[in-house]
């Protein structure tokens, strides 16, 4: 069975950095997407950003490339979101997540599109 397991996240005053990882374990080969949600409370699930198979390609979310990037370790299967700059708007649980299926183009950050999730990781910019 896939497994994601996720850390990094916690507490940082805004202004200040974090870095998720994401390691996919159990996968039966490496042609998988894997992507980054985040949903804060009383909020949607929203997209961030997307790594294609192999990790050579990224996506983003219209407004969070810049200040959010992804990168992929495919020797360690690890997904990395390096997170600058941070707001107190970021607070959020952030998901890792993974699907062996082809993304069209417009659906790379559907959750929908996704059918294995780690538990998620708990960010808190304070103000």
């Known amino acids: 069975q896939v497994q994601l397991e996720e850390s990094g996240g916690g507490s940082v005053q805004a202004g200040g950095s974090l870095r998720l990882s994401c390691v996919v374990t159990r996968y039966y080969n490496s042609n998988y997407w894997m992507a980054r949600f985040r949903q804060a409370p009383g909020k949607e699930r929203e997209g961030?950003?997307?790594?294609?198979?192999?990790?050579?390609?990224?996506y983003y979310a219209d407004d969070m490339e810049g200040r959010f990037t992804i990168s992929k370790d495919s020797a360690k299967e690890t997904l990395f979101l390096q997170m600058n700059s941070l707001k107190p708007e970021d607070t959020a649980v952030y998901y890792c997540?993974?699907?062996?299926?082809?993304?069209?183009?417009?659906?790379?950050?559907?959750?929908?599109?996704?059918?294995?999730w780690g538990l998620g990781t708990q960010v808190t910019v304070s103000s």
């Open positions: 961030i950003a997307a790594v294609g198979p192999g990790g050579r390609d990224s």
């Open positions: 997540a993974s699907d062996p299926n082809y993304k069209a183009p417009g659906s790379r950050l559907n959750s929908q599109e996704y059918r294995h």
